[in-house]
C-alpha cells in the first residue's frame, strides 16, 4: 500500500490495475453524487429562498462529456455508484443522453437519479432506455394546492401519476422522499405511507435540515424520526425491513404487514451516517466537494479543461474528506441552498 501525503491511499493489484482510493479514516470512496444543474423549476421552501440565488453561469457548468471524463478517471480508483441529482437535473435537456454515456463507463454498476418528478411522465421511458436503473422523487405532499405552496411553482405536479410513470418505465426501485415539516405538511405522513400498501414503493421520511439560508424554517420545525415511526406504529404495528434490494443508503426501513412498498426514515438531525460515509460530490461547476457540509473541496474544472489528469486532485480532495460534518453547527460552507451541492 503507498502511502499518499500520509493520508489518502490507494493499493495497486497484481494485475496492475488501482484498487480502491480510501480516505485518511479508511473509507473507500465508490459513490458519486452529480449535480448536473444549480438551477430548477421548483423553489422548494426547505430548499432554496423564493429570491436572491445567483445562478452559475452557463460556461462555467460542466458539459455531459466532462462530467463522463471525471466518472472515466474516477472508476479505475474504486467509483462504482453514481447519482445524478440538483438543482433539478431533468430540465438539462437532453439529460438521457448524460445517462448514456456514464452507462458505457463498464465500472459502473449502478445509475440513480433524484428528481423532482414534475417530468418523469414525459421522460422516464427515455431515462430506462438510456440506462438508469432507479429513481428517488421529492414528494412532499399529495395535495395539489400544498405542492404548490411548498414548491412554490404550481406546475400540475402529480406525484403518484409521476410514480407510476417511474415504475411502468421499469425503473426499480422507485422511492419518494417527504422532508417532514412540523405544521407544514406532518399531518400527511399517514397518507404518504399509506401508499405502501397498494404500491411497490419505498417511502422515506427526511428529518428537515434548517441549514443554509432558509429564513422562515427553524429547529421547531424539525419533526424527530422517533415521534414520526411511534405515530405509523399506532396504525399498525410496524417490522423491520431490509428496504429497496439496491442503494439503501442511509435510510432505515420499516414495512407493514403484507404492505407491496417499504417504509424509510433518513435522520441527518438525530444521527449522523459520518462513520460509513463513502460519497463525495461533483458540484455543477466542477468541484468535488468530500462532505456535504464545510468547505472541504478541490476544483477539477480548471486541469480538466486543461487536458490534465485529476487523479493528484482527487488525492488531495480525499486527504481532506473530514471525520464528521458540521451540520450541527449549522455550517454549509457559505451555502445558501442545498441544490447548490446536490442535496
Ligand atoms: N431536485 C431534486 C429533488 O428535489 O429531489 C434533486 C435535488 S434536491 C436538493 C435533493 C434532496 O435534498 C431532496 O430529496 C430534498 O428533499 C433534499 N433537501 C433539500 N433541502 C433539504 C433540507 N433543508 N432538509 C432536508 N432535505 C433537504
Ligand atoms: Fe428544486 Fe429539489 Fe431543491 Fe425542491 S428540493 S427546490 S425540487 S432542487
Redesign the pocket.
Known amino acids: 500500500m503507498s502511502d499518499l501525503n500520509g493520508t489518502a491511499q490507494s493499493t495497486t493489484s497484481d494485475s496492475g490495475e488501482f484498487a480502491a482510493l480510501r480516505d485518511q479514516f479508511g473509507r473507500s470512496i465508490e459513490y458519486l453524487r452529480i449535480?448536473v444543474t444549480d438551477r430548477?423549476n421548483?423553489r422548494?421552501v426547505?430548499?432554496?429562498p423564493e429570491t436572491g440565488m445567483q445562478w452559475l453561469p452557463k460556461a462555467d457548468i460542466l458539459s455531459y462529456e466532462e462530467i463522463t471524463e471525471v466518472v472515466r478517471q474516477l472508476a479505475p480508483l474504486g467509483l462504482r455508484r453514481l447519482r445524478i441529482?440538483?438543482?433539478?437535473?431533468t430540465i438539462r435537456p437532453q439529460i438521457h443522453e448524460l445517462v448514456r454515456m456514464l452507462r458505457a463507463i463498464p465500472e459502473i454498476t449502478d445509475i440513480a437519479l433524484?428528481?423532482?418528478?414534475v417530468r418523469l411522465p414525459a421522460i422516464a421511458p427515455l431515462l430506462r432506455e438510456a440506462g438508469l436503473d432507479r429513481v428517488?422523487?421529492?414528494v412532499?405532499s399529495l395535495r395539489a394546492d400544498r405542492i404548490a405552496t411548498i414548491a412554490r411553482r404550481d406546475l400540475g405536479f402529480d406525484p403518484v401519476r409521476s410514480a407510476t410513470a417511474a415504475h411502468d418505465a421499469g425503473l426499480d426501485p422507485v422511492k419518494l422522499?417527504?422532508?417532514v415539516m412540523r405544521g407544514i405538511n406532518d399531518d400527511e405522513v399517514e397518507d404518504l405511507a399509506r401508499l405502501t400498501l397498494a404500491h411497490p414503493w419505498h417511502v422515506r421520511f427526511?428529518?428537515?435540515?434548517?441549514?443554509?439560508d432558509?429564513r422562515s424554517?427553524t429547529w421547531s420545525h424539525v419533526v424527530p424520526t422517533d415521534e414520526l415511526l411511534a405515530r405509523l406504529n399506532a396504525i399498525a404495528p410496524l417490522a423491520p425491513s431490509e428496504g429497496p434490494s439496491r442503494g439503501n443508503g442511509p435510510a432505515a426501513y420499516y414495512r407493514w404487514p403484507s404492505a407491496a412498498g417499504t417504509i424509510g426514515v433518513?435522520t441527518?438531525m438525530t444521527h449522523t451516517y459520518c462513520a460509513s460515509c463513502n460519497r463525495v460530490r461533483l458540484t455543477a461547476d466542477g468541484r468535488l466537494r468530500t462532505c456535504l457540509f464545510g468547505d472541504h473541496e478541490v476544483d477539477l474544472r480548471t486541469a480538466l479543461r486543461a487536458g490534465e489528469p485529476l487523479e493528484p486532485l482527487f488525492r488531495q480532495a480525499l486527504a481532506n474528506k473530514p471525520k464528521e460534518h458540521e451540520l450541527l453547527q449549522m455550517r454549509i460552507g457559505g451555502l445558501k441552498?442545498?441544490?447548490q451541492?446536490?442535496?
Open positions: 449535480s430548477c421548483f422548494c426547505y430548499c432554496m441529482t440538483g438543482g433539478e437535473p433524484s428528481t423532482n418528478g428517488n422523487m421529492s412532499d422522499n417527504m422532508v427526511i428529518e428537515l435540515m434548517p441549514v443554509g432558509l424554517l433518513i441527518p441552498a442545498l441544490s451541492v446536490g442535496g
